[in-house]
């Protein structure tokens, strides 16, 4: 499985679109880009997903750069229930293991 | 629908003693998987059950074991717990597609071992 390297922490005012970049290099051309993000001491929630094209839910926006190498994942509009942190895993084959780096810890402030 | 649960949520242990964990997925999914998560590693992989099979397994001593039933409800054990075995256990359920296919997870088991 590729490797993922993100920022170790990030601020954002409430409000304000936060974008949190992920860098896999690595990738292979059948591995998803996930995001999950765990808010102090409960479960990891799932965010988005993505393949190839951008991606967008009620939650978040996933954008993956052309060649793969490198994604964004943007909450357009940050709230205080947003700080957490959030991790960027790059998965592939038939198997539910997600290897978890240590993810940015995203603090929003008032 | 429901969404995965996971019991107990707390749990105190003596050295030496053994836990069962247990964790109910939610309805549908065939695929469990269990996390330990401590301050000093992270998030670890610890195994994956898939319509009872064990399908993948991470790099941790044979005193962690798990298994699943029919149900698709699974449970962890642990032998012979060390202090080290503190942590919070989680456990994840998806439909078993693999990369095509979310995991949800569970709010955790917080074992702490004196």
């Known amino acids: 499985d590729a490797k993922t390297t993100q920022p170790t922490s990030m601020d954002c005012a409430e409000g304000r679109a936060a974008n949190l970049p992920c860098n896999h290099s690595?990738?292979?051309?059948?591995?998803?880009v996930y995001w999950y993000r765990q808010i102090h001491s409960q479960g990891p929630q799932y965010i988005i997903h993505?393949?190839?094209n951008n991606e967008t839910n009620e939650m978040a926006s996933l954008i993956i750069t052309e060649d793969r190498k490198s994604s964004t994942l943007i909450l357009p509009h940050a709230t205080l229930r947003d700080t957490a942190v959030y991790y960027c895993?790059?998965?592939?084959?038939?198997?539910?293991?997600?290897?978890f780096g240590t993810g940015t810890r995203l603090q929003v402030f008032p | 629908k429901a969404g995965v649960t996971q019991t107990p949520r707390y749990l105190i242990k003596t050295r030496g003693q053994q836990v069962t964990l247990s964790c109910s997925p939610i309805?549908?999914?065939?695929?469990v998987s269990w996390y330990q998560q401590t301050p000093g590693q992270g998030l670890q992989f610890l195994f994956e059950?898939?319509?009872?099979?064990?399908?993948n397994k991470g790099n941790f001593p044979g005193r962690f074991s798990g298994r699943q039933f029919s149900n698709s409800r699974s449970e962890m054990n642990v032998s012979t717990l060390e202090l080290g075995d503190s942590a919070l256990y989680l456990c994840?359920?998806?439909?078993?597609?693999?990369?095509?296919?979310?995991?949800?997870f569970g709010p955790g088991t917080r074992l702490t071992v004196t």
């Open positions: 994840a359920s998806s439909g078993g597609q693999g990369a095509f296919d979310e995991q949800y």
């Open positions: 690595t990738i292979s051309g059948n591995e998803y």
């Open positions: 993505g393949l190839k």
């Open positions: 895993i790059v998965r592939v084959g038939d198997t539910d293991k997600l290897i």
């Open positions: 309805s549908g999914h065939r695929s």
């Open positions: 059950y898939f319509s009872e099979t064990q399908r």
